[in-house]
């Protein structure tokens, strides 16, 4: 499409529906809810640090971590904004054990959503860039019925659309319908999204890396390595690469797909499956970043091709510009072929 002018996230979205004579309008429908919710959210975050919401709610979320009081204010933002409008048929939340259904006296439609609806909420406090991230499925279940788990645990191939809301110096709202990967600045002023930043593609040329190194002795053998490679020195005839890491991965990723770069969070001795979630943060982030070029991986295999078991479970996930997870993907196998592969140590 040729952008002319202002856009707007919800002419943006009609306008790539057009594209499909088939499409009803629902998909552009679901999005504009999502968007409002975000720009609720966005005001509570902005707010965080003027009112009484900081600190812990005296909770823990489902993984048995302190949940604040802002993840819960994005989940039930969330759930409200998308729960009535006939679209859905299922969701579910990293803040929610179970399956959130669509109350009884509400139409089941024909899409599911899963997501996070705070991420890197460990941030909150510090004025530290957080986000949301969703990832949408056609549902598999029959139409008109309430939607099930199996509506929710599709491979994530199977997506529609993913993308998140990155709340920091501005909000940015970016998504992918497979079509490229677009972004639409918060305006303040006007309370719009607008198109800021038209099919995003990472630069091919990597020299960001985002890890947790605090947890290096826990690490194998392949990782250890593929990190000693980024650091080479010039005399090797390469610039180390820069280390990055916010501790959002929303936003890790974010910065690393307009720079550049490769955001890991590996299994180590410690996790044998990373710290990550499959449906709601690794596989919608993995679309993003295949849609802009780019590449996610487990270490063995695509992020997208995993087949889901549990709704929360975890993987380990390899993400960014292309050749970087390349180069890690080669540094794993390498290790696995001298014996020190992760399953060996
Ligand atoms: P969440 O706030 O949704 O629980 O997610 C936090 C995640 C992710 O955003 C981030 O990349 C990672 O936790 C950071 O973990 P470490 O503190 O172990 O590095
Ligand atoms: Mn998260
Ligand atoms: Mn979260």
């Known amino acids: ?113 899963l997501f996070d609806p705070l991420d890197g909420s460990s941030n909150i406090d510090a004025n530290v860039s957080i986000g949301t991230i969703f990832s949408i499925y056609r549902r598999v279940s029959p139409d008109g019925m309430p939607g099930t788990m199996e509506d929710l645990l599709q491979v994530g191939t199977e997506q529609v659309v993913a993308g998140y809301i990155v709340y920091g110096s501005s909000t940015i709202f970016v998504y992918t319908a497979g079509e490229g990967v677009h972004g639409f600045t918060l305006d303040p002023a006007v309370g719009e999204f607008l198109l800021s930043h038209h099919n995003i593609k990472v630069p091919e040329k990597a020299n960001i890396y985002s890890i947790n190194e605090g947890n290096y002795k826990y690490w194998h053998q392949g990782l250890k390595d593929y990190i000693k490679y980024l650091q080479a020195a010039e005399d090797e005839g390469r610039k180390p690469y820069s280390a990055r890491y916010i501790g959002s991965m929303v936003a890790d990723i974010h910065r690393n797909l307009l720079y550049g770069g490769i955001f890991m969070y590996p299994r180590d001795k410690r996790s044998p499956n990373g710290k990550l979630r499959l449906m709601y943060e690794c596989n919608p982030m993995a679309f993003i970043l295949e849609q802009a070029g780019g590449r996610a991986i487990n270490g063995k295999k695509r992020i997208m091709e995993i087949k889901p078991e549990k709704l929360h479970q975890r993987v380990p996930i390899y993400i960014g510009s292309k050749n970087a997870v390349d180069t890690v993907e080669y540094y794993l196998r390498k290790a696995e072929e001298e014996g020190n592969g992760e399953d060996e140590e």
């Open 1 to 113: 499409m040729e952008v002319q002018g202002l856009m707007t996230l919800p002419r943006f979205i009609i306008e790539e529906e057009k594209k499909h004579p088939e499409a009803t309008g629902e998909l552009s429908a679901l999005l504009s809810e999502l968007a409002l919710a975000a720009k609720i959210i966005s005001l509570e975050v902005n707010k965080a640090g003027l009112v009484d919401i900081l600190g812990l709610a005296n909770a823990v979320n489902v993984h048995g971590e302190d949940v604040k009081k802002l993840d819960m204010y994005a989940h039930h933002t969330i759930v409200k904004a998308m729960d009535h409008g006939g679209h859905l048929c299922v969701m579910a939340s990293e803040e929610e054990e179970g399956i959130i259904p669509i109350p009884a006296h509400r139409k089941n439609g024909k899409y599911v959503m």
